[in-house]
């Protein structure tokens, strides 16, 4: 089959006219599409990307009829786009949803552009109106990455692996876990990305601006393996392994086992993050067009974090000056205050320097589901998911202000300690009746959590060895003190019944709605009255409910390669667990009182989103124009005081108003060559001022924190024979730092390139391929988190953390 651009021919089984499909797959490019040239009729089979339950389900009876025997329809679902089988070259596609008017879907091959195994929100950042930022090259660094879509935090954002609510991706999170330590990147085959308002089949309660869903790949029904080995700049090195079983017996029965194991070393300072993670998959087929599947995944991150700077500090200590680990002599003279560092006017009185010795995470998750999918009758499917999650974190800071009790040493390690234990169901019913298709489902979860705070003794100078030589472990000995403990417990529930009617085949409408039930009890049950500074640390319950969430939407093809939609929904999201000073939550608060307050006045937060957009498709490009407004209110904000080892939270309540643009355009000027080019435009503001300690702030008006006004993003793919390479950059302008506008970063360019050669065959191996990639090409300084421990009110904080510098990595892998 050529590759440039690959033709795909289908002809329909139950005897329709045929349909012409294009692909315009080249080395490295952004957007990869599926064009629809002759029939506005989808198929699944073959992997057709719309309306594809009822597709399959005809798709089915044509077979039935012709008394064969139908051949296992994809997921209806599964986000695929039609692939040559010797195609390696699929990126991002666009397509239109069965419930939505317009997603991205991210295919695994967007990562062969990457390092193996950097987080694969990295590939999701390549979409216009996404923003993506990380610490490091592979955003491993779960205290330093964030992710936005269109003004909304990865904490306002739905998230599901094979159907298993992954809930808050937040660091230190006790309702959810990262994607990063949920999957390993190499084995999740499909992103697909909703950037308006979502939709009501999803199971979350954080979905107030968009959907990110991700898909593990099945095991192979051959036999065989893969391996690949990265090396990196300051000692980085990475391993992945795979085996497959292949159909085991007669009934299809296949399985693969992964390992992974990574460890990247800071770039700034000593010490290193290390990740390993063990992932398994089954598949038992049941008849021609039923199927269990079940997944489980064991992570254990272990890192260094890079340390927190406010922009004074940055200015007075320069760029590029680390922690004063592993120099516990230095950091021992420094606690009281012998050691004199470089400072400033501009530096605040709360920047705590004394941060800089030593801080970390130790991470332990086991996540798991079991997938049913069962074809009940032609028309009827039903379709469940048992999962369970479990997450143990342990957060490690050296605290200055707190000398060690038992040793007298002038500084002590503190410890945040969460624990969670997730438990659910999802389960819903897909009925095609004549153009309707109907989909209706529960979802019920429950979740308990806990967060303690303790602190650890340090050794004397000389006299033993410091906690943090052994890596941010979690073994201290007995601690010597306790700030608090939180115990919560959470219960999920959620319904929602929707409808696709196609009354044209180029007009498709969508109309459903989802009610939402969400209850959280509990908070602190021990307060350290002496450290805390109150009696009494919030404790009680808080409901979010809504009974009529709606969704609508529409998709009209009224020309070949042209299609109008639009979408509209109003969400809703639960209330945030976080502790005492933790950030946006009701239970962060400083005492009772204040809670006890707060909950006769909060609502649960929610908004209107509305997105409309335009696309064209033809065999040489792809263009894309979407706009979208929306109307949030009731949000809760958090803006954060005080020291970042003591903060100080206040909460309140205001409205936000979003109004955006995203544009792309890929292009195929030349054989072999893809351009792509994308920008986006977001005017958000608050509608209210925010008041805190007695004062009123001027934030009407002003701009969101955190997120760019503008981006822009290319990528350059060219491919010869075997050879490909590629060329990214990105731009992105101004961001905000304080909720008043006062203080704010500049806007930053971060490019990126790399190349990789197929060998083919050599030997008993299959594929084997050789990779080099550059990160921040031209060692741009920029910042990329921002807000991890709180955003202020007015001036500067110590909650910024900066962008990797250049680094180079290369990669050998290959099949058997």
Request: hydrophobic residues 35%.
């Amino acid at each position: 089959m050529p590759k440039n651009p690959a033709f795909l021919r289908i002809v329909s089984v139950d005897g329709r006219r045929p349909t012409t499909w294009f692909r315009l797959c080249l080395s490295g490019a952004v957007t990869c599409l599926t064009v629809q040239a002759a029939a506005a009729r989808d198929l699944a089979e073959g992997g057709a990307v719309s309306d594809k339950a009822s597709s399959h389900h005809n798709l089915h009876r044509a077979a039935h009829k012709a008394g064969q025997r139908a051949a296992p329809p994809r997921d209806a679902t599964a986000p695929k786009a039609v692939e040559a089988r010797s195609s390696d070259r699929l990126v991002v596609s666009s397509r239109r949803s069965l419930s939505r008017g317009a997603e991205n879907a991210v295919s695994t091959l967007i990562m062969k552009q990457m390092v193996p195994g950097t987080n694969v929100m990295n590939a999701v950042g390549r979409l216009p109106g996404v923003s993506f930022s990380s610490t490091d090259p592979l955003g491993i660094d779960t205290f330093g990455t964030s992710t936005y879509v269109r003004g909304f935090f990865m904490d306002q954002i739905g998230y599901t692996l094979d159907g298993i609510p992954l809930n808050d991706q937040t660091y230190e999170s006790n309702n959810g876990v990262s994607i990063i330590q949920a999957a390993v990147q190499d084995d999740i085959a499909h992103v697909t990305v909703s950037e308006g308002p979502g939709g009501v089949e999803v199971p979350s309660t954080s979905t107030l601006g968009g959907t990110i869903q991700f898909e593990t790949s099945d095991p192979t029904a051959k036999q065989g393996g893969k391996v690949s080995q990265s090396f990196g700049s300051y000692g980085s090195m990475r391993t992945y392994f795979r085996g497959d079983t292949g159909e085991i017996n007669k009934t299809g029965t296949k399985a693969y086992v992964s390992f992974t194991r990574a460890d990247e070393k800071l770039w700034m300072g000593s010490g290193d993050q290390q990740q390993k993670q063990v992932q398994a998959k089954i598949v038992q087929p049941i008849g021609h067009d039923s199927k269990i599947k079940a997944f489980f995944n064991w992570s254990s991150l272990a890192q260094w974090g890079y340390p927190d700077y406010s922009l004074a500090m940055i200015d007075a200590l320069g760029w590029r000056i680390p922690r004063l680990y592993p120099n516990y002599a230095k950091a021992y003279a420094y606690a009281p205050g012998d050691l004199d560092l470089p400072a400033s006017p501009a530096m605040k009185a709360n920047d705590d320097q004394a941060y800089l010795y030593d801080g970390g995470q130790v991470q332990i998750d086991y996540t798991g589901g079991l997938n049913l999918d069962f074809a009940l009758t032609d028309r009827l499917r039903w379709r469940s998911v048992v999962y369970g999650q479990s997450d143990t974190g342990y957060y490690t800071y050296s605290d200055y202000d707190q000398p060690s009790l038992g040793t007298g040493a002038p500084l002590s390690m503190s410890v945040w300690s969460t624990r969670q234990e997730r438990f659910g169901l999802t389960s819903s019913l897909l009925y095609d009746l004549d153009k309707h298709h109907i989909d209706a489902g529960v979802w019920f979860e429950n979740n308990n959590q806990q967060e303690s705070l303790f602190w650890y003794d340090e050794p004397v100078l000389g006299q033993g060895s410091p906690l943090a030589t052994v890596g941010p472990w979690t073994t201290y000995g007995p601690a010597f003190k306790q700030g608090y403990n939180y115990m919560w417990h959470t219960n999920n529930f959620a319904a929602h019944i929707q409808d696709v009617w196609r009354p044209f085949k180029n007009l498709r409408l969508v109309a459903g709605f989802k009610s939402m039930l969400a209850h959280t009890g509990g908070g602190a049950d021990y307060n350290n009255a002496a450290y805390t500074g109150v009696d009494a640390l919030p404790n009680g319950g808080m409901t979010a409910f809504d009974a009529f969430l709606p969704h609508f939407g529409a998709s009209w093809q009224f020309l070949p390669g042209h299609e109008l939609y639009f979408d509209l929904a109003e969400n809703m999201r639960s209330y945030l667990v976080l502790p005492n000073g933790g950030g946006n939550s009701l239970w962060s608060v400083q005492s009772q009182e204040i809670f006890r307050d707060l909950q006769k006045k909060v609502k649960p937060e929610r908004d209107w989103v509305y997105t409309v957009g335009y696309r064209y498709t033809n065999r040489y490009m792809q263009a894309s124009l979407a706009g979208y407004h929306v109307d949030a209110s009731n949000r809760l904000q958090a803006a954060t005081q005080g020291t970042i080892l003591q903060p100080i939270s206040t909460v309140a309540q205001t409205s936000v108003q979003i109004n955006g643009v995203d544009a792309g355009l890929t292009l195929h000027p030349l054989k072999n060559v893809t351009l792509y080019n994308s920008v986006s435009y977001m005017h958000g503001t608050y509608g209210d001022n925010i008041g805190g300690a007695g004062v009123t702030y001027d934030t009407k008006g002003k701009r969101l924190v955190n997120y760019p006004d503008f981006m822009y993003k290319g990528n350059l793919a060219y491919n010869w024979r075997n050879l490909e390479a590629h060329f990214d950059v990105q731009y992105f302008s101004r961001r905000y730092f304080s909720y008043t506008n006062d203080t704010s970063v500049p806007g930053y360019w971060l490019a990126n390139a790399g190349a990789r050669y197929n060998f083919g065959n050599v030997g008993l191996t299959k594929d084997l391929t050789i990779s080099f990639n550059v990160y921040n090409l031209f060692n741009s300084h920029y910042i990329s988190m921002m807000g991890e421990n709180g955003n202020p009110f007015v001036g500067d904080y110590q909650s910024l953390e900066r962008g990797s510098v250049r680094q180079f990595f290369g990669t050998v892998s290959t099949r058997f």
